[in-house]
């Protein structure tokens, strides 16, 4: 995609399987499509037709009063200053370390590829939080939902990328799984219903509990569950494994956060209130968003004739044609790595975050926008970089040392160039290193 836009410019059109496209990386086109013209331009049904077998009519598949009624209801759930994921974080992370590095392993070099792990743990933790500890991907109910959500997660990754076409891609095992994970959370929810009834205090633990109570549309408590496991899961995933797979490359980084760690916590487990206190480890999160933003690709329907402010005329500087219809895809991975934007782009340079234009200049221009923007902005921003600062902190106070390997178990060379040019990249709804997150690490054998 970024080779494209050095061919054709920042904004030009073309068609595709029967679609008008028009594909910008112009940052004043972004803001057009997702804040000023927000109401002439739709998800449609290339996405709700998409997803709807597995998430029903919710969130992320509806558009206009249902959308926005939808929005109303969860933004509140998700935010809630009186329930903290921290208790979730700290569980999952002891269950995932107790996998990744087994008792006799204590103090021994264990060379792993942890994408698989940290999939699993995102999605044991937004599943916990939703719905409560009985929903539980450990248990026999949720490791069949995980099985299930995984397999329906797979064909709408292939329906996705057909676009408005999507309907080409069709199975019997699609919709299995996509019944199975629907009927499975069905049985969570309604369990947890009668749990909360049979034990005080249990609701303020679970993030779904007000809408459970509130709403007494079960179908409705489900299909919301489910959208945000979509939006909220392998995002999350992503990040987690940038995350790690750019410390392993940056030895200097991997010292300084550590100190960072160390002099703010200790060993002990952090808070949100941490968090203010580590700037370095705000800059890392910012700069591993900025080259691998993990939903790199966009796109909305135009629902009525427009324009969009640049990208028509001989030099393309006029505003262009958006006949109804047409479909805007954007790449934000495309404008975090535009050279016209940044400094050296495909340097992984933290300190880019500690002088001059500071993050909130670059939300302002949309030069940086990993949680997209507008009225339909990501609603999980603070729980995923949480959870992945969380994450984060918890492997610089267990490891003494993180070096990446190949797939061999040979360690990488990290003196021949800038190690970004070699990153392989798995693209479908989200991005991930393609070749998984293959580290060798020391413990620190500390608790
Ligand atoms: C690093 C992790 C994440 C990234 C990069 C991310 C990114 C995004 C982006 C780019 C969108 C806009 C999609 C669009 O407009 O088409 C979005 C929407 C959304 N995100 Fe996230 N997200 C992340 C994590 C989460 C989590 C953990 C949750 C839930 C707890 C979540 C919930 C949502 C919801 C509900 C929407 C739809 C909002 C709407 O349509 O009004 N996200 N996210």
Request: net charge negative; glycine share 6%; hydrophobic share 40%.
């Amino acid at each position: 995609m970024l080779e494209e836009h050095e061919l054709h410019g920042d904004t030009y059109a073309q068609h595709s399987a029967f679609q008008y496209v028009i594909i910008t990386r112009d940052t004043m086109n972004i803001r057009e499509l997702l804040a000023r013209q927000f109401k002439n331009f739709d998800i449609g049904d290339a996405r709700s037709g998409c997803v709807r077998p597995l998430l029903g009519d919710s969130i992320f598949t509806q558009d206009g009063a249902p959308w926005d009624h939808s929005r109303k209801l969860l933004a509140p759930l998700i935010r809630r200053p009186d329930l903290s994921p921290f208790e979730v974080f700290e569980k999952h992370f002891q269950s995932l370390y107790s996998k990744i590095v087994p008792s006799e392993h204590d103090g021994k070099e264990v060379k792993i590829d942890l994408k698989e792990y940290l999939f699993d743990l995102t999605l044991s933790v937004i599943t916990e939080f939703m719905l409560g500890p009985s929903a539980s991907t450990a248990s026999g109910d949720g490791q069949a939902f995980t099985e299930a959500f995984n397999t329906a997660f797979k064909w709408i990754s292939k329906r996705e990328r057909l676009k408005a076409m999507y309907f080409l891609i069709d199975s019997f095992e699609f919709r299995r799984s996509c019944n199975e994970a629907r009927a499975l959370v069905d049985k969570i929810v309604s369990r947890t219903s009668k749990m909360v009834e049979d034990s005080a205090g249990m609701e303020s633990k679970i993030a779904l509990f007000r809408l459970m109570r509130d709403d007494s549309d079960a179908a409705e408590v489900r299909d919301q569950f489910l959208s945000l496991l979509l939006a909220g899961r392998d995002t999350s995933g992503s990040l987690l494994c940038w995350s790690v797979y750019a410390l392993s490359r940056e030895p200097q980084v991997f010292t300084d956060l550590q100190m960072e760690v160390r002099g703010v916590l200790g060993d002990r487990v952090p808070t949100a209130e941490d968090f203010r206190n580590m700037k370095l480890l705000d800059q890392y999160m910012c700069e591993v968003l900025r080259l691998f933003p993990p939903v790199p690709i966009n796109g909305r329907f135009c629902n009525t004739d427009t324009t969009l402010p640049r990208g028509g005329g001989v030099d393309g500087q006029s505003p262009i044609l958006c006949p109804k219809g047409a479909l805007v895809a954007f790449s934000t991975f495309a404008v975090h790595l535009n050279k016209d934007l940044w400094d050296d782009p495909r340097k992984f340079d933290v300190t880019r975050w500690s002088h001059e234009r500071n993050l909130k200049d670059r939300i302002t221009d949309w030069s940086y926008r990993p949680f997209s923007g507008g009225p339909r902005i990501c609603l999980g921003e603070q729980f995923a970089v949480e959870e992945a600062k969380f994450m984060v902190c918890r492997l610089l106070q267990k490891l003494k040392t993180l070096t990446p390997v190949d797939p061999d178990g040979k360690d990488v060379d990290l003196s021949k160039g800038n190690w970004v040019d070699d990153v392989k990249y798995h693209v479908g709804l989200t991005m991930s290193p393609d070749n998984g997150v293959w580290v060798k690490m020391t413990p620190s054998g500390r608790d």
